[in-house]
């Protein structure tokens, strides 16, 4: 795989298949890290509102001198927006600080605010309220493709009800050892194209003596072989690094999975947990 590899949106934009996540990397060091990215070839920068990092992510693409078109930006619209009003300055408060006129995804972070993630309350009624903000500007050219994150499928159902523009992605937690496949199946139904955060399961896959061995087998190191996992299942991953040589290690995927260890990959049993990543509420939820 080349990191200017692509799927094809629903809409006919092309995203490229690998990108990199910028939760948790904040102020100069972000900045660095896209420019960093970028030296390597990555070409796909994962921020959102919530990182607080928006305005940095996008002085790293300025200063690596690439033109715009060049580089896919996806940002997300903070979970706490669920009313028409407030997704529609907040959009375009996320290009002020950018100083951009336009990203090329924005999705709704989450279906519920982070302090309710999980509970009863779907916000139904917000969330058609953010989506038809989202339209909009993907219908004035401030965004080039919508969607959604953390959504699960009635969650999905409730946008697909009201909206006339359908979802394009739907970023979720999935990777070896959690892998919520009947979600992924009705995105596909959807011709919704489903990217994977956490693709190494926030560091935790990492102590998976399993995977380690089979990872040795292929002679690649285990973010290698979970990251490829993720691809050949035809899903978009999304790994979180600040470090240019992990950037590059997690890039170069030259290799298959054979059948038998993607169906071992698939089956082996769920992670019990996400360590000190369990206070946040994605994680939580998953554990």
Same mark, same amino acid.
């Given at each position: 795989?080349?990191?200017?590899?692509?799927?094809?949106?629903?809409?006919?934009?092309?995203?490229?298949?690998?990108?990199?996540?910028?939760?948790?990397?904040?102020?100069?060091?972000?900045?660095?890290?896209?420019?960093?990215?970028?030296?390597?070839?990555?070409?796909?920068?994962?921020?959102?509102? =919530?990182? +607080?990092? *928006?305005?940095?992510?996008?002085? /790293?693409?300025?200063?690596?001198?690439? #033109?715009? @078109? !060049?580089?896919?930006?996806?940002?997300?619209?903070?979970?706490?927006?669920?009313?028409?009003?407030?997704?529609?300055?907040?959009?375009?408060?996320?290009?002020?600080?950018?100083?951009?006129?336009?990203?090329?995804?924005?999705?709704?972070?989450?279906?519920?605010?982070?302090? =309710?993630? +999980?509970? *009863?309350?779907?916000?139904?009624? /917000?969330?058609?309220?953010?989506?038809? #903000?989202? @339209? !909009?500007?993907?219908?004035?050219?401030?965004?080039?493709?919508?969607?959604?994150?953390?959504?699960?499928?009635?969650?999905?159902?409730?946008?697909?009800?009201?909206?006339?523009?359908?979802?394009?992605?739907?970023?979720?937690?999935?990777?070896?050892?959690?892998?919520?496949?009947?979600?992924?199946?009705?995105?596909?139904?959807?011709?919704?194209?489903?990217?994977?955060?956490?693709?190494?399961?926030?560091?935790?896959?990492?102590?998976?003596?399993?995977?380690?061995?089979?990872?040795?087998?292929?002679?690649?190191?285990?973010?290698?072989?979970?990251?490829?996992?993720?691809?050949?299942?035809?899903?978009?991953?999304?790994?979180?690094?600040?470090?240019?040589?992990?950037?590059?290690?997690?890039?170069?995927?030259?290799?298959?999975?054979?059948?038998?260890?993607?169906?071992?990959?698939?089956?082996?049993?769920?992670?019990?947990?996400?360590?000190?990543?369990?206070?946040?509420?994605?994680?939580?939820?998953?554990?």
């Amino acid at each position: 795989m080349k990191l200017n590899d692509t799927f094809q949106l629903s809409n006919g934009i092309h995203i490229p298949k690998l990108g990199l996540g910028t939760w948790m990397i904040e102020g100069q060091q972000a900045e660095q890290a896209v420019l960093e990215a970028l030296k390597l070839g990555y070409r796909h920068l994962d921020t959102a509102q =919530d990182y +607080g990092n *928006e305005a940095q992510v996008a002085d /790293g693409i300025r200063a690596s001198g690439l #033109a715009r @078109e !060049e580089v896919f930006i996806t940002t997300k619209l903070a979970a706490q927006y669920k009313n028409y009003a407030d997704a529609k300055a907040a959009i375009d408060d996320s290009l002020q600080r950018m100083r951009l006129d336009h990203v090329d995804l924005m999705i709704i972070h989450s279906p519920q605010p982070w302090g =309710d993630f +999980g509970a *009863e309350d779907r916000y139904f009624s /917000g969330n058609s309220e953010a989506w038809r #903000a989202l @339209e !909009e500007a993907y219908q004035a050219g401030k965004i080039k493709a919508i969607g959604l994150s953390n959504f699960q499928q009635p969650d999905v159902e409730n946008i697909l009800q009201s909206a006339t523009l359908k979802p394009m992605v739907n970023q979720i937690l999935a990777h070896v050892t959690n892998l919520p496949n009947e979600l992924i199946d009705y995105c596909r139904s959807q011709d919704i194209l489903v990217e994977a955060y956490s693709p190494i399961g926030h560091g935790e896959l990492l102590k998976n003596t399993e995977l380690k061995a089979m990872a040795d087998r292929y002679q690649v190191s285990l973010p290698q072989l979970c990251i490829r996992f993720v691809l050949q299942l035809g899903l978009l991953p999304l790994p979180k690094t600040a470090n240019p040589a992990h950037m590059s290690n997690n890039a170069d995927l030259d290799f298959e999975i054979s059948e038998d260890d993607m169906q071992a990959l698939s089956n082996m049993k769920k992670i019990a947990d996400y360590g000190e990543a369990s206070v946040f509420p994605v994680y939580r939820e998953h554990s």
